[in-house]
T-cell receptor, first 115, second 114 residues
Framework: EAEVAQSPRYKITEKSQAVAFWCDPI?????LYWYRQILGQGPELLVQFQDESVVDDSQLPKDRFSAERLKGVDSTLKIQPAELGDSAMYLC?????????????FGPGTRLTVL | AQSVAQPEDQVNVAEGNPLTVKCTYSVSGNPYLFWYVQYPNRGLQFLLK??????LVKGSYGFEAEFNKSQTSFHLKKPSALVSDSALYFCAVRDIGSSYKLIFGSGTRLLVRP
């Protein structure tokens, strides 16, 4: 069964450092999402791509976060500089395009700890 | 704005007993509702969804959910709980904006005791 791949699974960094997370969606899924899940809460969308274009980045802190999906397949989420409040689980999901009926499938996530 | 609420932080049930995890929703237009499960330090696993049609939706691992339009609820159920069902459960609704992002509830921790 196809899965969403993410790496690394765990990342520990010091504040002010740069970090990057990678996601490879299920083959054929044109829509890719990055969510952030703070401990004890539900995930919240950071950014959504349709192929290589950004559809929604309204909740992305653009002063320090950036995301790209250059060839419309895999994607990278970067934080520079990292702050203590960025400690969270970063989840990538993908789905078929075309509307709200399609299921989003999630990867295993990257657990970020900022010291 | 679309939203879901999970009124219980935790649900405790004995193995073999039926379980219910509650979810209520508030939407403009047709609701597209989902249930996901999360095990410790793992991503979310899809259980089931309601798009249209039958109010009783069957999903993975023996779970089902009942869509009730008059009560605006979408409760997750299982006839006989297993200890391995212990996990964090999230109800979610699709946004109706351009992104169709998922809007999640706060989660309910299910503990099944042997």
């Amino acid at each position: 069964e196809a899965e969403v791949a993410q790496s690394p699974r765990y990342k520990i960094t010091e504040k002010s450092q740069a970090v990057a997370f990678w996601c490879d969606p299920i083959s054929g899924h044109a829509t890719l999402y990055w969510y952030r899940q703070i401990l004890g809460q539900g995930p919240e969308l950071l950014v959504q791509f349709q192929d290589e274009s950004v559809v929604d980045d309204s909740q992305l802190p653009k002063d320090r976060f950036s995301a790209e999906r250059l060839k419309g397949v895999d994607s990278t989420l970067k934080i520079q500089p990292a702050e203590l409040g960025d400690s969270a689980m970063y989840l990538c999901a993908s789905s078929l395009p075309g509307g709200p009926i399609h299921t989003q499938y999630f990867g295993p996530g990257t657990r970020l700890t900022v010291l | 704005a679309q939203s879901v609420a999970q009124p219980e932080d935790q649900v405790n049930v004995a193995e073999g007993n039926p379980l219910t995890v509650k979810c209520t929703y508030s939407v403009s237009g047709n609701p597209y509702l989902f249930w996901y499960v999360q095990y410790p330090n793992r991503g979310l696993q899809f259980l089931l969804k309601y798009i249209t049609g039958d109010n009783l939706v069957k999903g993975s691992y023996g779970f089902e959910a009942e869509f009730n339009k008059s009560q605006t609820s979408f409760h997750l159920k299982k006839p006989s709980a297993l200890v391995s069902d212990s996990a964090l459960y999230f109800c979610a609704v699709r946004d109706i904006g351009s992104s169709y992002k998922l809007i999640f509830g706060s989660g309910t921790r299910l503990l099944v005791r042997p």
